[in-house]
C-alpha cells in the first residue's frame, strides 16, 4: 500500500493540578480556542473541548506520526504557557500529571462530542473524579483507587 490512511480519535481528559478550580470563567472559552489552535498546529485537530474549572475534555483526531503521551505533553506545556503569558493573574495555573485517553470509533463521536459540550449539566450531577472513575470503569481500564489521585 502506498499511502497512509488513518482515522484516530481519542477522547482525553486531564484535570488542573491538584483538581483545583484554576481554569476561570474569563478565561475558559479563549482557553479551548487556543487549545484548537494547538492541536491544528501540532498533532491533528480537536473536534472539540470542553470541561469545567477543574478538568478538561478533548475529541482529538491525532495523526500517526506522534505517540498519544508525547501529544499531550505538548498540548499541556503549550496551553500551560500560553495561559502564564496572556493571563498573568492565573500564575497558579497548571496540569496535574497523567491523563485519561480513550480510543472512539467514528460511529460514536458525535455522542462523544454531545458529552464534552454538556460538562456543565453534567457536573452539577457527579464531581469530576466520580466521573474520571467511571470513565476508566467504562473502557475496562484497570486502576488501583490508591493511586489515581496521586
Not at 491538584?18 to 478565561?27: C, E, G, K, N
Not at 506522534?66 to 503549550?78: D, P
Not at 493571563?87 to 467514528?106: E, I, M
Not at 462523544?112 to 467504562?138: C, G, N, W
Amino acid at each position: 500500500m502506498g499511502h497512509t490512511y488513518a482515522n484516530i480519535l481519542l477522547h482525553v481528559v486531564f484535570s488542573t493540578k491538584d483538581r483545583r478550580p484554576l481554569i476561570q470563567d474569563s478565561f475558559r472559552p479563549r482557553l479551548y480556542e487556543y487549545m484548537c489552535g494547538v492541536a491544528r498546529s501540532e498533532f491533528g485537530r480537536a473536534i472539540t473541548v470542553g470541561g469545567t474549572d477543574n478538568h478538561i475534555h478533548g475529541l482529538l483526531s491525532i495523526g500517526t506520526d506522534l505517540s498519544v503521551g508525547e501529544i499531550l505533553a505538548k498540548w499541556e506545556s503549550l496551553s500551560s504557557g500560553w495561559v502564564h503569558k496572556t493571563f498573568p493573574d492565573a500564575r497558579d495555573f497548571g496540569w496535574q500529571p497523567g491523563y485519561g485517553a480513550f480510543s472512539l470509533s467514528q460511529s460514536n463521536a458525535e455522542k462523544v462530542i454531545q458529552y464534552i459540550e454538556s460538562q456543565a449539566d453534567h457536573h452539577k450531577r457527579l464531581t469530576f473524579e466520580e466521573e474520571f472513575l467511571t470513565l476508566l470503569k467504562r473502557h475496562r481500564i484497570q486502576f488501583d483507587a490508591e493511586h489515581v489521585w496521586a
